[in-house]
T-cell receptor
Framework: GAGVSQSPSNKVTEKGKDVELRCDPI?????LYWYRQSLGQGLEFLIY????????KSGLPSDRFSAERTGGSVSTLTIQRTQQEDSAVYLC????????????FGAGTRLSVL | RKEVEQDPGPFNVPEGATVAFNCTYS??????FFWYRQDCRKEPKLLMS???SGNEDGRFTAQLNRASQYISLLIRDSKLSDSATYLC??????????????FGAGTRLAVHP
């Protein structure tokens, strides 16, 4: 597929467990973004990657959230010790560069913390 | 004040109606503006960019008023398939060399027969 791919599409976990969410951007896109969307809310920026580095992590809500990107491609968002308020759809987007390029979104991972 | 504000709606309109959505943004230095469309339980997809002189794509017309920091989207001859949430998106001027986008919470449109 040529689009942004995210997995899993749905994740149900128990409070206190760790989860890993994966994003595979469009081939050749150097910029990658993670967002969170709670029910009925807008998109909340989490983190931006340019290549493997993250110049902007300002949106990560707490130190339980971390992300990495390897090989300038796949990115993993990790949430440790999940809380119920972490329940949301986590969306990944990529763009050709970090400049004025359109962001293309994956279908998201719907996380439910019980 | 939110960085991007939209009327949440919902806008309930009959097929064939013309409907307009408005959006205001707070950062006067913003340079890039977009409308994204998000269907229920789907990802956002770019509908159209918004240019200074205004632009049209078929039934959709986007306008930008920099002085008032205001963006609009006009949909003519609404179709059932236009039912979705429309997200107003504005950039934060490049810092750290990248184009940070701020998304409005969206305006929901429901087109009925």
């Amino acid at each position: 597929g040529a689009g942004v791919s995210q997995s899993p599409s749905n994740k149900v976990t128990e409070k206190g467990k760790d989860v890993e969410l994966r994003c595979d951007p469009i081939s050749g896109h150097t910029a990658l973004y993670w967002y969170r969307q709670s029910l009925g809310q807008g998109l909340e920026f989490l983190i931006y990657f340019q290549g493997n580095s993250a110049p902007d992590k300002s949106g990560l809500p707490s130190d339980r959230f971390s992300a990495e990107r390897t090989g300038g491609s796949v990115s993993t968002l990790t949430i440790q010790r999940t809380q119920q308020e972490d329940s949301a759809v986590y969306l990944c987007a990529s763009s050709l560069t970090g400049g004025k390029n359109i962001q293309y979104f994956g279908a998201g991972t719907r996380l439910s913390v019980l | 004040r939110k960085e991007v504000e939209q009327d949440p709606g919902p806008f309930n309109v009959p097929e064939g109606a013309t409907v307009a959505f408005n959006c205001t943004y707070s950062n006067s230095a913003s340079q890039s503006f977009f409308w994204y469309r998000q269907d229920c339980r789907k990802e956002p997809k770019l509908l159209m960019s918004v240019y200074s002189s205004g632009n049209e794509d078929g039934r959709f017309t986007a306008q930008l008023n920099r002085a008032s920091q205001y963006i609009s989207l006009l949909i003519r001859d609404s179709k059932l398939s236009d039912s979705a949430t429309y997200l107003c998106v504005v950039n934060i001027p490049p810092s750290g060399g990248y184009n940070k986008l701020i998304f409005g919470a969206g305006t929901r449109l429901a087109v009925h027969p």
